[in-house]
Antibody, heavy 118, light 108 residues
Framework: QVQLQESGPGLVKPSETLSLTCTVSGYSITTGYYWGWIRQYPGKGLDWIGSLSHSGSTHYNPSLKSRVSVVLDTSKNQILLNLNSVTAADTAVYFC???????????WGQGILVTVSS | DIQMTQSPSSLSASVGDRVTITCRASQSISLYLNWYQQKPGKAPKLLISAASSLQSGVPSRFSGGGSGTEFTLTISSLQPEDFATYYCQQSYSNVLFTFGPGTKVDIK
């Protein structure tokens, strides 16, 4: 059973970089699946951030593409998210997700609230 | 971008009621439509993929239908644990995967 757990700072200053880690248990990230991130704004809307395959091919939300990177740390079985130049509009709950297909989000972490504020 | 809308935005229903939620896409997405259930403080849960394919472990009272631009999620007999917010999501685009705004189902 795939289990995902997000971790990282809950508060980030404007213009800085938001960095989150998703630790995967019960499955090796090099075996299969697409791995990615989705965020949910305080008003409840869901926003896909980006995904990458176990082989490393990436897919990013075009509106975030210039600011975002998602990478695999195979040595630690983790998925890393970096979002730079953040503003208050990036305040959200960030979820780590996984699925057999790039756009089918079968597994979710519990989510982590990240607030962008000085 | 493919825009997703849902109706109604919220509804009140009683245990045992039949409930139908509609999701519309701004262009045809064939059968590339997923449904999720989210309870307060929890992550969304994938219920249905490819418009009508029930995920393992999801009760059979949930069903999905439709194709093209209009889709439905039906709960045949609402149970207490079904009170939640439901989201549709298109998986047709190979550029951007978008969600509907959600439909909140609460107790009448």
């Amino acid at each position: 059973q795939v289990q995902l757990q997000e971790s990282g700072p809950g508060l980030v200053k404007p213009s800085e970089t938001l960095s989150l880690t998703c630790t995967v248990s019960g499955y090796s990230i090099t075996t299969g699946y697409y791995w990615g991130w989705i965020r949910q704004y305080p008003g409840k809307g869901l926003d896909w951030i980006g995904s990458l395959s176990h082989s490393g091919s990436t897919h990013y939300n075009p509106s975030l593409k210039s600011r975002v990177s998602v990478v695999l740390d195979t040595s630690k079985n983790q998925i890393l998210l970096n979002l730079n130049s953040v503003t208050a509009a990036d305040t959200a709950v960030y979820f780590c997700v996984a699925g057999v297909a790039v756009a089918d989000f079968e597994h979710w972490g519990q989510g982590i609230l990240v607030t962008v504020s000085s | 971008d493919i825009q997703m809308t849902q109706s109604p935005s919220s509804l009140s229903a009683s245990v045992g009621d039949r409930v139908t939620i509609t999701c519309r896409a701004s262009q045809s997405i064939s059968l590339y439509l997923n449904w999720y259930q989210q309870k307060p403080g929890k992550a969304p849960k994938l219920l249905i993929s490819a418009a009508s394919s029930l995920q393992s472990g999801v009760p059979s009272r949930f069903s999905g239908g439709g194709s093209g631009t209009e889709f439905t999620l039906t709960i045949s007999s609402l149970q207490p644990e079904d009170f939640a917010t439901y989201y549709c999501q298109q998986s047709y685009s190979n550029v951007l995967f978008t969600f509907g705004p959600g439909t909140k189902v609460d107790i009448k």
